[in-house]
């Protein structure tokens, strides 16, 4: 009986799933999560003693919330 390297196991798992690529990410679905590395202020509403300072950040809004005495920055790195 021939033995099978591991190298040569992993390529036949690989190929007996589908080719092994459906789990590799996919080039522009990572470019789109890390392209907009700054965040703009978009709103902001109070509740309480607090502040809440509402961002967009390139297709999704990101809230921080902040004591209600300090200003909301215009941006920041998300």
């Known amino acids: 009986m021939d033995s099978i390297t591991l190298p040569g196991m ?4 690989a190929l007996a799933t589908g080719g092994g690529d459906a789990n ?8 789109q999560q890390y392209a907009s ?3 703009s202020l978009s709103g902001q509403a109070r509740a309480g003693a607090r502040k809440i300072c509402y961002y967009d ?8 919330a902040i004591p209600s005495a300090k200003v909301c920055a215009h941006t920041i790195r998300r």
């Open 10 to 13: 992993m390529l036949l798992a």
């Open 24 to 31: 590799v990410s996919k080039p522009e679905l990572a470019g």
């Open 37 to 39: 590395a700054t965040c």
């Open 57 to 64: 950040c390139g297709g999704f809004t990101r809230s921080v």
